[in-house]
């Protein structure tokens, strides 16, 4: 798995980096758009004290699901409800597998879409299924954006901030 060029916050407290769960915000994109908030979620995470990396889907394999612990999907939809073109192997793979026993990874999904299509944020939608049916824990709804994503985003990003910190400060 590659992870992007992002540079890690260095933790230096013992008790803070046991509390730390393994942070990735997974991205899906024809355009750039999803890219672009992801790496905006990683940065934001990391502001507010989570370590957080910002991966391509391409670059991604239903093996990689297995190490994960939270799992934050930016997803647009190609076409009539296709993924996009370089996330077409993934999600292939993720729908055709058995189920990968996902029990310990938690996500949640950020659907960016167009309803002037029929299959409004489909592959959203069907990545949010298929992450639950192979066990993984839906911590937040799925958002579906209609071309509002940068009103959406904010609002998104602060209910995972405040989950994960408010985690953080009933461990310690």
């Known amino acids: 798995m590659d992870k992007s060029n992002r540079q890690m916050r260095v933790i230096t407290n013992k008790k803070e980096r046991n509390q730390m769960r393994k942070t990735t915000v997974l991205f899906a994109t024809q355009m750039g758009a999803s890219q672009e908030l992801a790496g905006r979620a990683a940065d934001d995470l990391e502001s507010a004290g989570i370590e957080a990396f910002d991966v ?6 239903i093996d990689d699901l297995k190490s994960e612990e939270d799992l934050f999907v930016i997803a647009s939809t190609w076409g009539d409800g ?3 073109d370089e996330c077409e192997d993934f999600f292939h793979a993720l729908k055709e597998s058995a189920p990968l026993h996902l029990e310990n990874v938690r ?3 950020l659907a960016l879409g167009d ?8 592959f ?3 990545l949010d299924e298929e992450l639950e049916r192979h066990g993984a824990q839906r911590i937040l709804d799925r958002v579906d954006c209609d071309l509002d994503e940068q009103e959406q985003y904010p609002i998104w990003i602060e209910k995972i901030q405040t ?3 408010n985690e953080m400060a009933a461990k310690s």
Do not use: H, I, R, W
Request: with cysteine; net charge negative; hydrophobic share 35%.
């Open 56 to 61: 391509n889907m391409a670059d991604f394999s």
């Open 82 to 84: 296709d993924p996009p």
């Open 124 to 126: 959203g939608k069907n």
């Open 107 to 109: 996500f949640c999904v």
């Open 115 to 122: 309803t002037s299509y029929e299959m409004f944020c489909q």
């Open 163 to 165: 989950l994960v910190k």
